[in-house]
């Protein structure tokens, strides 16, 4: 947020003065939209949030129930998420909330005690997330608390978006003509039908999209037969490690996956039932059977429930969209892409990698920067073919991962010599993955080869940037790198100097800054328009060796 940087504002910073009448939110649904989002989960309201910000940009988010979810559904919040949410501006307020995970801890049954098998023992500890991935902690929050902060991103911005509730998709029509607004979406509201035309619409409508369905794409995959129970709970036990994540593997009742929730005292449980022989068995599956399931697993430990906040059963399958638009693969070269689809529209796994709704707002947010920079003119449209090539990929190397995750948890401990339990060496090998920061883009336009990478190899090419602490040189305010980049659709150049005096004339950076600020082939240059502040589409970041107290700050 650049507070004051066009003059005083009183009040609250983090509201934004409003735009002009005709580009705030009102309660009717325009005829005409640019960007028109389906569906009010994780991967909605963060393209939502991301495009509110933009007041020439007419955007609105349907959603077909009545209000605000308030509990359930997912609560894994990885570091990555978390920098994401750093770019927003509500990290602050998600780490104060959360549970922060710090140790994950392993049981299993006894070896020592093979008479009673039945009797679980603590079998290891390790770190959840490894030193230096990230400067972000892995925490658990309420997906309803996820997206309470995007709506109040929203509601502050300058457009004052709001979701469109009691909007059900109907139909979807795309006319692949020149229209200007060539997506015609119907709805079913309050008994009426509703038209709107727009430029784009991105289907962030869950597992039964049917936005998916309208571009003629599939969720294909597998099924695991095999249910599982999940419940948030406040119970007492006798369990020592109640406040870790824990993953329990009993010899002979199944195994339970504990997250302990935020707040310090509700708990959530994944427990493994039973092995389903048809597709949707576990319907009627009571919610004492989780309980009894979940307290023989525990077993010498005692558990009682005295209060569920909220349940559920799933059954374990994995699916996948080939393509996350409406272009056909064999068209890419003369067709451009109108209508996305993000989050569990395009893809569904199980439940405890704890990726759903982080895989779901790293979709959106890889597309929301794309759409503003095609719709404020900064990018030519063909950018936006980079969204599915990218995601899919992603999504792809998710299924995979929860493949091997899902069949790692449900298999029987294991009879070995070896102390530490085959779960944990899965779980250790995965922890760059789950914490999100396994992402890697491939060349394209906008991700370049690696022939440079000799350069800087901290910083994978493709990869997210990685943060790192320093000292501000103008207030010598001690902040994260990372802390530069918002939700503000601007491009960064970090320059890293080398060991040299800086201000030289001959030094690496002086020779970079001397280019960018003069040459004519500066890209700062060149993409600035006129009028525009220097830094208003590409900012200039240098990193120098030195402390801050050694540079000669004038002389630079
Ligand atoms: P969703 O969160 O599914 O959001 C889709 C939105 O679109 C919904 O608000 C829906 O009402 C709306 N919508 C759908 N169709 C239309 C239409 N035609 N018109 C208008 N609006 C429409 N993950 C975990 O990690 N742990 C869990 O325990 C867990 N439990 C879950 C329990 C349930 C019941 C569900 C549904 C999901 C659960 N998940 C869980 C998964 C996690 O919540 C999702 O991965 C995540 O929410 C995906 O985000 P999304 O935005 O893509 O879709």
Redesign the pocket.
């Known amino acids: 947020m650049e507070i004051h940087l066009n003059g005083f504002h009183d009040g609250n910073p983090e509201i934004y003065p409003p735009a002009g009448e005709d580009k705030l939110y009102s309660p009717e649904m325009p005829d005409e939209l640019d960007v028109l989002i389906?569906?009010?989960?994780?991967?909605?309201l963060n393209l939502a949030a991301q495009l509110s910000q933009f007041p020439e940009i007419k955007t609105r988010i349907?959603?077909?129930?009545d209000g605000p979810m308030l509990r359930?559904?997912?609560?894994?919040v990885s570091c990555r998420s978390m920098e994401m949410f750093n770019a927003f501006g509500f990290v602050e307020k998600a780490a104060k909330e959360g549970h922060w995970v710090n140790e994950t801890c392993f049981w299993q049954p006894d070896p020592e005690n093979p008479e009673n098998p039945e009797q679980i023992v603590r079998a290891g500890r390790v770190q959840d997330v490894e030193d230096d991935l990230s400067e972000m902690p892995h925490i658990i929050l309420n997906?309803a608390r996820v997206h309470d902060f995007y709506l109040e991103v929203m509601r502050n911005s300058p457009t004052r978006l709001d979701v469109d509730y009691q909007?059900?998709?109907q139909i979807l029509e795309i006319d692949t003509g020149e229209s200007a607004y060539p997506v015609t979406a119907t709805f079913a509201h309050q008994g009426q039908t509703k038209t709107v035309r727009a430029k784009y619409v991105v289907g962030?409508?869950?597992?039964?999209?049917?936005v998916r369905t309208a571009i003629g794409r599939e969720l294909k995959g597998d099924y695991a037969y095999q249910s599982w129970g999940?419940m948030d709970i406040l119970m007492t036990t006798d369990f020592p490690d109640i406040r870790h994540k824990n993953i329990i593997k009993s010899a002979a009742a199944g195994n339970i996956l504990i997250i302990p929730r935020e707040g310090g005292h509700l708990v959530r449980l994944y427990v493994e039932l039973d092995k389903l022989s048809e597709r949707g068995g576990s319907k009627g599956v009571s919610l004492e059977h989780i309980i009894d399931t979940a307290s023989r697993i525990f077993s010498p430990y005692q558990i009682d429930v005295k209060e569920v906040a909220w349940w559920?059963v799933?059954e374990i399958g994995h699916s996948l969209t080939d393509k996350f638009d409406d272009v056909p693969a064999t068209d890419i070269n003369h067709r451009l892409p109108h209508v996305f689809i993000?989050?569990?529209?395009c893809h569904t796994h199980s439940?405890k990698a704890?990726q759903?709704?982080n895989v779901?707002m790293g979709d959106s947010f890889n597309l929301g920067w794309k759409l503003i920079s095609v719709l404020t003119g900064r990018c030519p449209p063909e950018l936006l073919h980079s969204y599915s090539a990218e995601r899919q990929a992603v999504a792809q190397d998710l299924i995979d991962f929860d493949h091997e995750w899902s069949r790692a948890m449900s298999k029987p401990p294991e009879d070995s010599d070896d102390t530490t339990p085959l779960i944990q060496k899965h779980f250790v090998a995965g922890g760059e993955f789950t914490a999100g920061l396994r992402v890697t883009y491939p060349p394209s336009s906008i991700t370049s080869s690696s022939d440079w990478q000799h350069l800087a190899t901290g910083q994978p090419v493709g990869n997210r940037f990685h943060s790192a602490p320093v000292i501000r040189l103008s207030d010598a305010r001690p902040m994260q790198l990372g802390d530069t980049i918002k939700i503000d659709t601007r491009w960064h150049i970090y320059a890293f100097a080398g060991s040299g005096d800086p201000a030289a004339t001959d030094s690496g950076i002086y020779k970079l800054c001397t280019f960018l600020a003069n040459d004519k082939n500066s890209p700062v240059l060149k993409h600035t328009p006129e009028g525009a502040d220097i830094d208003s589409v590409i900012s200039v970041y240098g990193i120098f060796q030195q402390s801050h107290q050694a540079l000669d700050f004038e002389a630079m």
């Open positions: 389906v569906g009010s989960g994780p991967a909605g349907a959603e077909r129930k359930g559904q997912a609560d894994g997906q909007y059900q998709l962030c409508d869950g597992a039964r999209s049917a999940v559920s799933y993000a989050g569990d529209a439940a704890g759903g709704m779901s």
